[in-house]
């Protein structure tokens, strides 16, 4: 179970009423937002004590897979059933708002002193060079985007992306200001990612697994979790474990 000190920046994630979802809450996303909250790397960077060089490739990383984040989007509203047209407005709307988010991100990574127009223009495969935490992440979200059921596909990428990502950036863009020589007027991908209508989308995920996931679905239950889990785990967690390897 996640102590207060994990939940203090995860209070934005809703009360749900099924139990599988509270488990998925309580147990798997909130801890894993504290993990990172408290991650060593993650203290570094607060503190100022990372060096510049590894935030600008960690930044550089996550811009690479978030290139694909209007798409993701939009796959997931395409896929989402025809005649839920609150939920698909939803996602249309959502996707609307990322079309701008590679560009804020790598303009940050830009004006850190990396290349962000480089992975903003590609080719993907030969003009960037990942690594593997982050090619196996990108490619997992891709699977669950297009090729797994929809309902997975939200479970990934509208739960495990964003109920943790705002507990986690906008701390770090508030570092890079203090302690990086970022400029406010180019943080503001972090600003997003830390405020409210962010938070808003991991809830809105939430109550798309509430409504279409039923109790008896056992199977389906336990196929949501798994993709929940494994992508707030790659993203709170395995793209931070990356970074002390360097």
């Known amino acids: 179970m996640s102590s207060a000190a994990e939940t203090l ?7 749900v009423e099924a139990p599988w979802l509270n488990h998925l809450k309580n147990d798997i996303l909130e801890p894993v937002a ?7 790397v993650v ?10 060089e590894n935030l600008v490739r960690l930044l550089s990383d996550l811009c690479w897979v978030i290139t694909g984040f209007p798409e993701y ?3 997931l509203a395409s896929r989402c059933p025809k005649n839920d047209h609150q939920v698909k407005a939803a996602l249309l ?27 903003l223009n590609g080719p993907d495969w030969s003009s960037y060079e990942f690594n593997e935490t982050i090619h196996s992440l990108r490619m997992v979200i ?28 906008g701390r770090i863009g508030k570092a890079c200001i203090n302690h990086y020589g970022l400029a406010p007027e180019d943080a503001e991908w972090f600003e997003i990612h830390g405020g409210e209508v962010e938070m808003e989308h991991g809830n ?8 279409y996931v039923a109790a008896d679905d056992l199977d389906t239950q336990a196929a949501c979790i798994a993709a929940a889990s494994l992508i707030a785990k790659g993203v709170g967690i395995g793209l931070f474990n990356e970074v002390a390897t360097w």
């Open 204 to 211: 809105e995920g939430l109550r798309v697994l509430e409504k």
């Open 43 to 52: 203290a570094r960077i607060e503190a100022g004590e990372l060096p510049k």
């Open 9 to 15: 920046n995860t209070e934005y994630l809703i009360d």
């Open 93 to 119: 709307e959502n996707a609307f708002i990322e079309r701008d988010h590679p560009f804020l991100l790598a303009g940050a990574v830009t004006a850190l002193g990396g290349d962000g127009d480089a992975i």
């Open 142 to 169: 891709e699977a669950y985007v297009f090729h797994r059921p929809w309902i997975e596909g939200m479970a990934a990428c509208a739960v495990g992306v964003e109920s943790v990502v705002p507990a986690i950036f």
């Open 34 to 40: 504290g993990l990172a909250l408290h991650h060593p």
């Open 73 to 75: 989007v939009s796959a």
